[in-house]
């Protein structure tokens, strides 16, 4: 689906958003410590005093578009681009990213500063709006006050909720250096961080069977603090935990609060953002609900296949939209958009998207509310949930509820893996005059389902005398999400729901790219 534009013009999503992307304004607000303790060395990303959001390079001014055709120099509802830094020389005719990775660094606004970035390796890259597409995934507890409905198919006690969508997040400004103090042998750290914002539609057309929805509906919000964290000295002592950790801290108006910790990657001296070469290794979810108490026991619904028209298995009735939303499929299993196995493996979803895609460098790290026998590497973090997700007061407790508690959507654990990556795109340049800036999108693969990024394209002191094609550089982010809900229980047993979400996200503003 090349640049998600229809044989007959029609614009599919992300290229027709039309939410904006949400801004932080902070009122000048930074952390700085309030003493002259001897703190550990920096590790935040910051120097005192440092405002990056003072910075000129965090400046918003509207891009000078020359040269290009009428209609190029504004996207509707996006707000003006933030001016980057002069961009500076690649090699011709076809630009790449140069051995020693100046114009990665240009284009990402830190060539030339001798500040470091807003926050380090591996969230370099965390920092202005990003937006895309994606898939959302979660089975919802059902109210049966009359007891629950047993049939052919098992128990109605849940609806399948499947969603195309549409996403945003922002970064803002870093939050300055954050004091934590250390108690005997530890050291006092310094953190870095910085508020994020994810804000997420659902653009799902039963018509269509494409996330092109005309009026989307807004299904999740946001806010909370990326972190990252020197190690502990006095006991974080082996070679993975002593590069630091990264954590994430969520909070979900449904009632939820989400701490999520992970190591920091080893980083690759020898590509431009220090992550591996080539794309993304991206591996299989499972969203198949599972016994709480043993996870290889498995229950599979019958409105987890596609090829049910109504999510019961059952034909057409009176219930047919009861146990899942879209009830029939049939739409979306043309498109490829939901299919049985993208039910069953919502990744599928990412590999779609790059497809095609001439990823040369990937960035992965993962993120875990704890328990180590699902991959957690550190100590700490967790979810909380209200006393409504919780289920029943017989006591109060900050323990997970049991079979007994009748929660309604208890979150016990929450884990997402992200995957920064550089995208080489092919861009069509057309005739241009000396320096001219214009606006344009790169030629998509045709199978691949990315939303599709811009690029502000200077030309050379000389211009560009004829139409040329050449490759240009771009971040592009993916993740993929897994929560685990809790409700029940159904004849003495406690099931663990998956909640699965996935996106790839690339820029909202055209990133700049100069010729040579």
Same mark, same amino acid.
């Given at each position: 689906?090349?640049?998600?534009?229809?044989?007959?013009?029609?614009?599919?999503?992300?290229?027709?958003?039309?939410?904006?992307?949400?801004?932080?304004?902070?009122?000048?607000?930074?952390?700085?410590?309030?003493?002259?303790?001897?703190?550990?060395?920096?590790?935040?990303?910051?120097? %005192?005093?440092?405002?990056?959001?003072?910075?000129?390079?965090?400046?918003?001014?509207?891009?000078?578009?020359?040269?290009?055709?009428?209609?190029?120099?504004? +996207?509707?509802?996006?707000?003006?681009?933030?001016?980057?830094?002069?961009?500076?020389?690649?090699?011709?005719?076809?630009?790449?990213? %140069?051995?020693?990775?100046?114009?990665?660094?240009?284009?990402?606004?830190?060539? *030339?500063?001798?500040?470091?970035?807003?926050?380090?390796?591996?969230?370099?890259?965390?920092?202005?709006?990003?937006?895309?597409?994606?898939?959302?995934?979660?089975?919802?507890?059902?109210?049966?006050?009359?007891?629950?409905? @047993?049939?052919?198919?098992?128990?109605?006690?849940?609806?399948?909720?499947?969603?195309?969508?549409?996403?945003?997040?922002?970064?803002?400004?870093?939050?300055?250096?954050?004091?934590?103090?250390?108690?005997?042998?530890?050291?006092? @750290?310094?953190?870095?961080?910085?508020?994020?914002? &994810?804000?997420?539609?659902?653009?799902?057309?039963?018509?269509?069977?494409?996330?092109?929805?005309?009026?989307?509906?807004?299904?999740?919000?946001?806010?909370?603090?990326?972190?990252?964290?020197?190690?502990?000295?006095?006991?974080?002592?082996?070679?993975?935990?002593?590069?630091?950790?990264?954590?994430?801290? *969520?909070?979900?108006?449904?009632?939820?609060?989400?701490? #999520?910790?992970?190591?920091?990657?080893?980083? $690759?001296?020898?590509?431009?953002?220090?992550?591996?070469?080539?794309?993304?290794?991206?591996?299989?979810?499972?969203?198949?609900?599972?016994?709480?108490?043993?996870? $290889?026991?498995?229950?599979? +619904?019958?409105?987890?296949?596609?090829?049910?028209?109504?999510?019961?298995?059952?034909?057409?009735?009176?219930?047919? $939209?009861?146990?899942?939303?879209?009830? $029939?499929?049939?739409? +979306?299993?043309?498109?490829?958009?939901?299919?049985?196995?993208?039910?069953?493996? %919502?990744?599928?979803?990412?590999?779609? #998207?790059?497809?095609?895609?001439? @990823?040369?460098?990937?960035?992965?790290?993962?993120?875990?509310?704890?328990?180590?026998?699902?991959?957690?590497?550190?100590?700490? *973090?967790?979810?909380?949930?209200?006393?409504?997700?919780? *289920?029943?007061?017989?006591?109060?407790?900050?323990?997970?509820?049991?079979?007994?508690?009748?929660?309604?959507?208890?979150?016990?654990?929450?884990?997402?893996?992200?995957?920064?990556?550089?995208?080489?795109?092919?861009?069509?340049?057309?005739?241009?005059?000396?320096?001219?800036?214009?606006?344009?999108?790169?030629?998509?693969?045709?199978?691949?389902?990315?939303?599709?990024?811009?690029?502000?394209?200077?030309?050379?002191?000389?211009?560009?005398? #004829? &139409?040329?094609?050449?490759?240009?550089?771009?971040?592009?982010?993916?993740?993929?999400?897994?929560?685990?809900?809790?409700?029940?229980?159904?004849?003495?047993?406690?099931?663990?729901?998956?909640?699965?979400?996935?996106?790839?996200?690339?820029?909202?503003?055209?990133?700049?790219?100069?010729?040579?």
């Amino acid at each position: 689906m090349a640049s998600e534009i229809k044989p007959d013009g029609r614009v599919v999503a992300p290229l027709n958003i039309t939410h904006p992307t949400p801004a932080f304004d902070l009122k000048g607000f930074r952390f700085r410590p309030t003493d002259s303790l001897n703190l550990a060395p920096r590790t935040g990303g910051e120097q %005192p005093g440092d405002d990056s959001s003072d910075h000129p390079k965090f400046a918003a001014s509207r891009l000078e578009v020359q040269g290009g055709p009428p209609g190029r120099g504004g +996207f509707p509802g996006r707000g003006p681009p933030v001016r980057p830094p002069p961009p500076g020389p690649a090699p011709a005719p076809a630009p790449q990213l %140069p051995p020693d990775h100046q114009q990665i660094d240009k284009q990402l606004g830190i060539a *030339g500063d001798t500040r470091p970035p807003p926050l380090p390796f591996p969230l370099a890259q965390f920092r202005g709006a990003y937006a895309g597409n994606g898939f959302n995934l979660i089975f919802r507890p059902v109210p049966f006050p009359g007891g629950v409905e @047993i049939t052919s198919d098992g128990p109605r006690d849940n609806h399948l909720e499947l969603n195309l969508t549409t996403e945003q997040l922002t970064f803002g400004p870093t939050l300055g250096e954050i004091p934590n103090r250390g108690f005997g042998k530890q050291a006092d @750290i310094m953190l870095g961080g910085l508020p994020y914002l &994810q804000t997420v539609q659902n653009v799902t057309n039963d018509q269509t069977g494409l996330p092109d929805k005309p009026v989307p509906n807004d299904i999740h919000f946001e806010p909370g603090v990326w972190l990252t964290v020197p190690p502990a000295e006095s006991f974080q002592t082996t070679d993975e935990l002593k590069r630091g950790s990264v954590a994430r801290m *969520g909070s979900i108006p449904h009632g939820t609060t989400i701490n #999520a910790q992970g190591v920091i990657p080893v980083k $690759n001296p020898n590509t431009p953002l220090g992550g591996k070469p080539g794309g993304p290794e991206i591996p299989p979810i499972d969203t198949t609900p599972f016994h709480l108490l043993d996870r $290889n026991r498995k229950f599979t +619904f019958q409105n987890m296949s596609a090829e049910s028209s109504n999510g019961t298995g059952e034909g057409e009735g009176p219930g047919i $939209n009861r146990f899942r939303t879209p009830s $029939n499929l049939n739409k +979306f299993k043309e498109t490829g958009r939901i299919t049985t196995d993208i039910i069953k493996n %919502p990744n599928l979803v990412l590999i779609n #998207a790059t497809k095609g895609q001439n @990823i040369t460098e990937t960035i992965s790290f993962e993120v875990h509310t704890g328990d180590a026998s699902r991959g957690a590497k550190l100590n700490g *973090g967790g979810a909380a949930s209200i006393a409504f997700l919780h *289920g029943k007061q017989s006591e109060v407790t900050t323990a997970a509820p049991t079979v007994n508690d009748m929660p309604n959507a208890h979150v016990p654990f929450m884990s997402s893996q992200f995957w920064i990556e550089t995208v080489q795109y092919d861009v069509t340049v057309p005739r241009l005059g000396p320096n001219d800036t214009v606006i344009l999108r790169p030629t998509m693969p045709k199978d691949s389902t990315a939303p599709t990024p811009q690029f502000a394209i200077t030309a050379p002191p000389k211009g560009v005398p #004829a &139409q040329t094609t050449i490759t240009v550089p771009g971040v592009q982010i993916q993740y993929s999400q897994v929560v685990h809900l809790t409700f029940g229980p159904n004849a003495g047993i406690m099931l663990v729901w998956p909640h699965a979400s996935v996106a790839t996200l690339v820029p909202t503003g055209p990133q700049p790219f100069k010729m040579t």
